[in-house]
């Protein structure tokens, strides 16, 4: 496998907050990886450093060595990044097919109306039923299950090589969840992307990763295939997790 990344001794501060410490590990070409992680340990911050996305009061050090772009990539269109909160993602007083024809017009020489067509076909592709008409709806006539499907189609307009999911399910319903994940699946395995899907529950990650990457407090504190992982974690906190995620179904099988 080649390596999409590779990462060394990634640090971020916020002021004097240590949000990343000497984070280093690869991303492999093809690979969903799944960054694991409470509230608070820079899994975001890991997230928006990949893709450029860290804000001005931020200080970065340690390199990000991209071996299949040609200088750094684009986001946008090099790599997809969705959000965990859809609606953030849209203009509210703008059409879906407007939006996503807007995303397309900007990498791909397209006419308007040729655009609208590649915008269905994108809809098509995220599983949004009657995609021709939901292009004239607004951002608040979907449901959010909806919404982060539209937010994924926009995050893959452009092809990317890597899509980043940044929590894409912790605003939805359990079910919902679920099929937002199945979708994120079956889109990555129809391409060649490569998938750093981003969320608190290694039981949700562990559904369909490849590899988990287990962050506490700014560390990477484990990091493996996922079967090495789950049947041998190295990390106590990783244990801790593993446990209480057991504990957990053993409640709802009572
Ligand atoms: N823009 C920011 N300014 C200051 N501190 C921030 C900013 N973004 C995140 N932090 C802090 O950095 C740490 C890591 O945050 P974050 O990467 O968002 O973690 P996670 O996504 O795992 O919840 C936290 O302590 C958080 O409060
Ligand atoms: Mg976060």
Wanted: glycine share 8%.
């Amino acid at each position: 496998m080649s390596k999409l990344a590779a990462i060394n001794n990634l640090s971020v501060q916020y002021g004097d907050v240590h949000a990343l410490q000497n984070i280093s590990l690869d991303i492999q070409t093809g690979e969903k990886l799944a960054i694991i992680g409470e509230s608070g340990s820079g899994k975001s911050t890991f997230a928006y450093a990949l893709a450029g996305l860290l804000p001005f009061n931020s200080k970065q050090t340690g390199q990000i060595n991209w071996q299949e772009f040609e200088g750094k990539p684009k986001t946008g269109r090099d790599i997809g990044f969705i959000f965990q909160n859809p609606s953030a993602s849209f203009d509210p007083v703008m059409t879906i097919g407007n939006q996503l024809a807007e995303i397309i017009t900007t990498y791909q020489g397209l006419s308007k109306t040729q655009a609208l067509g590649e915008a269905a076909d994108l809809l098509n592709r995220v599983q949004i039923a009657e995609p021709k008409a939901a292009l004239q709806r607004y951002p608040h006539q979907l449901s959010g299950g909806q919404k982060q499907r539209v937010a994924i189609a926009a995050s893959i307009a452009a092809a990317p090589k890597l899509l980043i999911a940044d929590e894409p399910t912790s605003a939805l319903d359990t079910i919902v969840q679920g099929e937002i994940v199945s979708l994120l699946e079956e889109l990555v395995g129809q391409t060649d992307m490569t998938l750093l899907f981003i969320t608190h529950d290694i039981a949700l990650a562990s559904q369909f990763a490849d590899r988990l990457a287990v962050f506490k407090q700014a560390q990477l504190v484990e990091i493996g295939a996922r079967e090495q992982v789950l049947s041998n974690p190295s990390h106590d906190y990783t244990k801790m997790l593993i446990a209480h995620c057991l504990t957990l179904d053993d409640g709802s099988a009572a």
